[in-house]
């Protein structure tokens, strides 16, 4: 078997950990894609899986990566809609930090007009959680109140501006002045830093006392309480990460006079057939609005495959604003 390059993670640990080794070529399986990565980009969960705390799912590639851009290098059986040599990006369940990947035709998307193939490693992971979370799960309407916490991050801005696209109105937390200013720029209403100000004050004061309609978190533990105070009635908070605990009081009470709902999803380890429907609506949904320049890609450093490690001190120290891109071809 023909070896490539992908990062293995050779231990668990700091970024060091990270190792850019030869592995075994893989091998595209029935309703499978093989593709040539041109970049890939960093995420939490990357991070997470570095430090031994979030293992890839059954049947996933080891190394990490969530999503990817690239080219169509060959069809496995059974596989039709698209053709070798087509730019592609994907949705993954790992194995991004790689030259070549397998990957579900479900969770194939073209790159959209418009967007370099390098950047377009950066759509995927974002546009399929923010869709899901806020669309379907959270049911979020034009005319709607949405609070974002790290309005900065990858996920955020992303937020930001899909919420902005269907007539929503955004508040937002982030951490700096810069980054505040930046979240204004994307076209957030409020911007809170989290840093200097009591953000469930700061958001009841913003709608006179009426809270948010839906609320994306992705602190999880240390924000419940808060989050459960500032929803509206009838709201809905949706919780995608748990960087600040998985565990917190919650008050049934103040949840049910707000008739609100508190939701915990994830994406990596959705069946297949759930993330290609996913993957189909940001397809009819998103796409036009990135062609159209209503949402641009945001991207704050484009590194090496080779300096995964730095990249991933760069998410850590948290200094950045959007997405953190690794280029592998």
Known sequence: MIAVRAIEIVHYGGPEALVWNEVPDPVPGP???????????????????????????????????????????????????????????????????????????????????????????????????????????????????????????????????????????????????????????????VAISYRTEDFAARVLEETGGRGADVVLDMIGGAYLGRNVEVLATGGRLVIIGLQGGSRAELDLGLLQRRRATVTATTLRARPLAEKAEIVARVRAQVWPLIESGRIRPVVDQVLPITEAAAAHHALEAGDHVGKIILTVH
Do not use: M
Not at 58 to 74: F, I, M, N
Not at 135 to 144: K, M, S
């Open 31 to 189: 309703g499978e894609v093989l593709v040539e990565v041109t970049a890939t980009a960093v995420n939490r969960a990357d991070v997470l899986q570095r430090q031994g705390s979030y293992d890839p799912p059954p049947g996933a590639p080891a190394y990490p990566g969530l999503e990817c851009s690239g080219r169509v290098l060959a069809l496995g059986p059974e596989t039709s809609g698209w053709s070798v040599g087509q730019p592609v990006c994907a949705l993954l369940a790992g194995g991004g930090y790689a030259e070549r990947v397998a990957v579900p035709v479900g969770q194939l998307l073209p790159v959209p007009a418009g967007v370099d193939p390098r950047t377009a490693a950066a759509l995927p992971e974002v546009a399929c959680t923010v869709e899901s979370n806020l669309f379907q799960v959270a049911g979020l309407r034009p005319g709607e109140t949405l609070l974002v916490h790290g309005g900065a991050s990858g996920i955020g801005t992303f937020a930001i501006q899909r919420a902005v696209a269907a007539g929503v109105r955004v508040i937002v937390t982030a951490g700096t002045p810069e980054k505040l200013k930046r979240c204004r720029e994307l076209g957030a209403d």
